[in-house]
């Protein structure tokens, strides 16, 4: 493994405050939050894979929104057939068992609805050039899209999860990691181990290691603590540079 599967820490972390800009509405079958940039274009789009609090949790669409006034079009679709995790896990006291809800919602559940989205975006949206981030849950699902024939041409991930070795090292498409400090899910080790594979394989990659950060910071960071808040945005500005770099010869 690359990274472990995901933990109680998953679970963790803060609620933000804003109103979101962005729409529900299908694409395709399947329902997503959509967010369009300035020019209203599809050409160039984000595929926004979130966490186990899902597509309608604040902080995820917010984010989203921020992909989109720097000119992309997101899609964060429903990964989880409305039925994401409580958000009244971040108490700490919530009877939320995560090993459960994971056996419900696992990877051969949900890659089903990352393909159908692609198609669409693909298809009828008529994406020119498809980009794709990922957050603890749906880190993976970039990961294999990175692959020869899943028709994602650059991914950034943070704090992944469920992540095996071979879907790592299978990648062809460029690659950008941030990962925290503390991280029980993509430890130390794990971390050096993606580091090894990548450049092995030859792709071009970015890891990102940010103090005083645990899982999760990426999308649930404590806005009151500089230090997180300072991680957090710079994990954003992270992947906008990496996909400037990696999708501007086709970007409108």
């Not at 729409?23 to 966490?51: H, M, N």
């Not at 704090?159 to 993509?186: M, N, Q, T």
Request: glycine content about 8%; aromatic content about 10%; some cysteine.
């Amino acid at each position: 493994m690359a990274s472990h599967n995901p933990g109680k820490c998953c679970t963790k972390g803060v609620k933000h405050q804003g109103e979101a800009t962005g729409t529900i509405q299908k694409v395709g079958s399947i329902e997503c939050y959509l967010s369009y940039p300035p020019s209203k274009s599809t050409s160039t789009a984000i595929l926004f894979l979130t966490d186990v609090f899902g597509h309608k949790f604040i902080n995820s669409q917010l984010i989203a929104d921020a992909f989109a006034a720097a000119g992309y079009f997101v899609c964060m679709p429903d990964l989880f057939s409305n039925d994401p995790a409580p958000l009244d896990a971040f108490s700490g006291t919530s009877d939320f068992d995560i090993g459960s809800w994971f056996g419900i919602h696992a990877p051969e559940t949900v890659q089903p609805v990352v393909e159908k989205v692609k198609s669409s975006l693909l298809g009828e949206l008529d994406v020119k050039k498809l980009a794709a981030v990922g957050y603890c849950f749906g880190a993976k699902f970039v990961v294999e899209g990175l692959a020869e024939g899943g028709h994602i041409d650059a991914g950034f991930i943070a704090h992944p999860s469920a992540i095996p070795a071979d879907e790592l090292r299978a990648i062809k498409k460029p690659l950008s990691i941030a990962a925290a400090e503390s991280d029980y899910v993509f430890p130390d080790e794990k971390r050096h181990e993606s580091e090894v594979i990548l450049k092995e394989i030859g792709v071009p990659f970015q890891i990102n290691l940010y103090s005083g950060t645990t899982h999760g910071f990426a999308v649930r960071a404590d806005l009151e603590d500089e230090s997180q808040k300072y991680a957090k945005e710079q994990a954003f500005c992270q992947a906008v540079a990496w996909f400037t770099q990696h999708l501007t010869d086709r970007k409108s």
